[in-house]
């Protein structure tokens, strides 16, 4: 907020809500509307404890002594030697003198809404003035503190201030039971965090509570949200250890390959992980963590575990040890493997530490910045052009699941694979050469080019046999009479200069 606002209390508290940023941003009209509409604040409480209002009222007229800030600034140094109780306890001759006769002591207590709303002077710039700013960059509470601490603390910096005490603020729902329903012990609904910390970890209960949108309520219950929880978590959790145990021989000072070496689909998944960290850095810096956990999900399910990781296995396992096929995978999955634990730590804090402290790469990862991914020329057409070779291959792997289920075939291996397509379809399809097997998991490919119209796409088991070392059924078994269950691909992989693979 630039200058300080002018004009009533009122008019510099709704000119403070314009210049504050809300999450979610229905929390600016419903303040705006309580700020409008509100009455006046009575500050003042007959109550036995709390706040004093340390004021002398003259008997017969009403007002406050004449030296009332003074009378104020001794209390509060009596206060501070003997505690709150000491206005209660105060004579006033104490401090009035001979005029003592003259005035009452007020004994009313702040509304202790004034207490808390005023925290930012008396903790941001008192207490903890040397660890805090001012103002404060979020105030964080549940959707009843817009009648309650948002507000006071709204008003009170708007009088003090001209502003609001806060740049931000957020705002969260209830949680519920599964059904929507309030918990309540008589109900036998409440979920105890504790006790989902003692039975399924502390990192289910992170992992729920991030993942779940917290703008409207929360919802948890032990039967169906939990196991879900846990389910999306152990996945993640499988992704992770895929890349660690991928990159277990992998030493990135001496064997990590340029991107401009890497075979196109390395290439492909590292623009997929600099989307991901964008996209991830916008959604935490809005505080959409349950759009974090989603990115995240989504990324290791489908990304990776659906599609790069499942044509990647290939090469893992079957290329020579320090082929440029081998070491630019894993080139890739160190990248990837750092910056998704970093992305990950906010939320999954002890599985992240626990991958940090594998990799050994320093005191922790919550000391550590967003990995810095190697640039790369033209992503956003590397994106497109992939888009569209997953989308063929969801539409072959139908069909081979069609032929698997029928019974014809054991796995998408044992299937050799034809399609008949348009020219530019077929112009896509050609550029991957002889790795288009490997990304639609079969042992051969052919294409027909045909004029414009459907793609139309046909399986059939191959009628050759299987490699017992990378399972591909191919012609070529057993021509080595030195290896007779070898392809010639794992022969030369094996014991000769080793196969070429450019894109996959």
Known sequence: MGARATGTLRDKALAAVEATTFYPDWGKARLHAMIANRPDWCVSRQRNWGVPIPFFLHKESGEPHPRTLELLEAVARKIEKEGIDAWFKLDAAELLGDEAGQYDKMRDTLDVWFDSGTTHKTVLRGSHAAESTYPADLYLEGSDQHRGWFHSSLLTGAAIDGRAPYNALLTHGFVVDGKGMKMSKSKGNVVAPQKISDTLGAEILRLWVASTDYSGELSIDEKTILPRVVEVYRRLR???????????????????????????????????????????????????????????????????????????????????????????????????????????????????????????????????????????????????????IRALRADVARVLEELRSAGKIGSSLQAEVSLSVAPDTYDLLASLGEDLKFVFICSKVTIERVGAGDTAISATPSPHAKCVRCWHWREDVGRDTEHPELCGRCTSNLFGAGEARQIA
């Not at 021989?249 to 991901?276: G, H, K, N």
Request: charged share 20%; aromatic share 10%; proline share 3%.
């Open 238 to 388: 499988n992704t992770l250890r895929f890349l660690l145990a991928n990159t277990a021989d992998f030493d990135p000072a001496t064997q990590m390959l340029p991107p401009t070496e890497w075979l196109e689909s390395d290439r492909y998944a590292l623009a997929l992980t600099r989307a991901l960290q964008t996209q991830c850095t916008a959604d935490y810096a809005r505080f959409e963590f349950h759009k974090v956990v989603q990115g995240l999900m989504n990324f290791c399910s489908e990304d990776l575990g659906a599609f790069y990781l499942d044509i990647l296995k290939d090469r893992l396992y079957t290329a020579a040890e320090n082929s440029r096929a081998r070491r630019s995978a894993q080139s890739a999955l160190w990248h990837i493997l750092q910056s998704v634990t970093r992305l990950m730590a906010p939320v999954l804090s002890f599985t992240a530490e626990e991958i940090w402290t594998t990799l050994k790469q320093g005191d922790s990862v919550m000391l550590s910045t967003w990995h810095e991914l190697p640039q790369q020329a033209e992503e956003s057409a590397l994106v497109a052009r992939w888009q569209a």
